[in-house]
């Protein structure tokens, strides 16, 4: 069996992110036919169908789904050595691939990497922003900012320190609710801002705080909506201190805190690159500053 090449996968995750042959060929930027053939000739080399043609677009079968994370794991391998391969170890110009949660990837990152570009002009940036925890190893990204502590292999970890999060709502909102906040039960006597479905980490979180799903009567397990529904006035909700400061119209309510670690990591195999040992060291000073002005 001749072996399918990175092409033919690579029209597989198309497809299956976009659901129609002409979708994804347009995200290729390849002529339809070109794809079609492509699927064609992966499906013919391994010997199964991967696609079934309905009125709601082409549906992946069993194998496709298999196929899928394999072909996910490919693609970001080839990404992660076209951004080896854009630059020099010695030389700061190429492109660095970083990821980071949406509120700091929106919030807190901009001016740290306007900052970065003004100084290494020559150096390109990815942002991903994710609440999801990227895998290094496999090449989603180069560095990654998280809230909790990396558990992966082979990586470069600096624990930058804690951000701290409290209760704030807009001042309209505070104005027409001037009842206090319960610190045992926040969102008693509030309208709450909050998440939608219950992701592993909030649960000892939530349970702590004495709040579930059906306190909130806003719910996004997006951050940045839930932020945005707080600066509307829509409700009250927590935000971290260093973001929330920066708006005199949010208000801070007392009640119940929490902190989450901030930690910068870095593939080990990348330290030998210049473009990613500036990087790094840039977000842990920039990341220093805000978390030290975003305490108490």
């Not at 006597?189 to 306190?215: E, I, K, M």
């Not at 195999?269 to 500036?278: I, Q, T, W």
Request: zero cysteines; hydrophobic letters at 45%.
């Amino acid at each position: 069996m001749n072996q399918p090449d990175w092409s033919h996968y690579r029209a597989l995750l198309a497809v299956l992110r976009e659901g129609s042959l002409s979708g994804a060929a347009r995200r290729l930027g390849l002529a339809q036919p070109t794809l079609g053939r492509q699927i064609a000739d992966l499906e013919s080399a391994l010997g199964v169908a991967l696609f079934i043609r309905s009125p709601r677009g082409l549906l992946p079968t069993d194998a496709a789904r298999d196929l899928a994370p394999h072909a996910e794991a490919m693609g970001a391998a080839a990404q992660a050595m076209a951004r080896a391969a854009s630059g020099g170890h010695a030389e700061a110009r190429g492109t660095v691939r970083i990821t980071a949660s949406e509120i700091v990837g929106v919030e807190v990152l901009p001016p740290i990497l306007a900052d970065f570009r003004r100084a290494h002009p020559a150096v390109a940036v990815e942002l991903a922003l994710s609440n999801a925890l990227d895998d290094l190893s496999r090449g989603d990204a180069d560095i990654a900012l998280r809230m909790v502590a990396p558990t992966q292999q082979a990586l470069v970890a600096r624990k930058i320190g804690a951000v701290e999060l409290g209760l704030y709502a807009h001042r309209r909102y505070v104005e027409a609710h001037p009842q206090p906040i319960d610190a045992a039960h926040p969102s008693r006597g509030h309208t709450a801002v909050g998440f939608d479905s219950q992701p592993p980490y909030l649960r000892a979180l939530a349970a702590r705080l004495g709040v579930s799903r059906d306190d909130f009567a806003f719910r996004s397990d997006s951050d940045l909506a839930q932020l945005a529904a707080i600066r509307a006035g829509f409700g009250v909700g927590f935000i971290q201190r260093g973001v929330a400061r920066r708006e005199p119209d949010l208000v801070p309510l007392g009640g119940p805190t929490f902190s989450l670690d901030v930690w910068v990591v870095l593939h080990e195999d990348l330290r030998a690159s210049r473009r990613m040992r500036l990087m790094f060291d840039h977000l842990v000073a920039g990341l220093t500053r805000y978390v030290a002005g975003s305490g108490q």
